[in-house]
């Protein structure tokens, strides 16, 4: 149990301060991302998740992953009549990493949830932010939204026991 509040408490605060680099400076430090995938793979293992399922729905999740990014820069480059790499223009390669991070600790249809909500999130936070400060375009950290969504499910599965993760009972 000590260990496994332990990798919660250094999940956290990893995550909390990539929200705070994103949010601030709209970057991320490379090294958080493999930090915070060991992190949530050592979380698994800790609930006694198969090595075998974790493998799997990151395959399927990465997957979503390939195919969500490969459908964004058809719509880009159509949009634009040119092959558009959507790497710094669109989404940020601190919000790619940190997708596939993430892939690693959700069962594949609740990382389309999280996916989902995360996107949600950070359009809603977009649009107040562009009407509190009269802006036509803004940068949105991504990652660090996701990041802070991340924050509130493990704490909520945390502190209440309410499993939206991969772990034996999901499979």
Do not use: H
């Not at 301060?17 to 949010?23: E, N, S």
């Not at 799997?56 to 058809?74: A, D, E, G, P, W």
């Not at 949009?79 to 959507?86: D, G, L, S, Y």
Request: aromatic content about 16%.
């Amino acid at each position: 149990m000590i260990l496994y509040f332990s990798i919660n408490a250094l999940l956290l605060i990893t995550l909390a301060f990539l929200a705070f680099q994103d949010i601030k400076y709209r970057a991320i430090s490379w090294w958080l991302i493999p930090v915070i995938l060991l992190l949530l793979g050592f979380r698994l293992l800790e609930q006694n998740v198969f090595i075998e399922d974790i493998v799997f729905n990151m395959s399927i999740n990465l997957l979503l992953i390939m195919i969500q990014l490969l459908l964004v820069t058809i719509y880009f480059s159509l949009k634009e009549r040119r092959f558009v790499n959507i790497i710094d223009k669109y989404l940020g390669l601190g919000d790619i990493l940190f997708f596939l991070s993430c892939s690693v600790a959700f069962k594949y249809d609740m990382y389309i949830m999280f996916l989902l909500f995360s996107f949600l999130t950070a359009i809603v936070v977009a649009f107040f932010y562009m009407k509190l400060f009269k802006k036509k375009t803004i940068l949105i950290p991504l990652a660090g939204i996701m990041s802070i969504n991340l924050i509130l499910l493990i704490s909520i599965d945390f502190l209440f026991s309410i499993n939206l993760f991969l772990n034996q009972t999901t499979l």
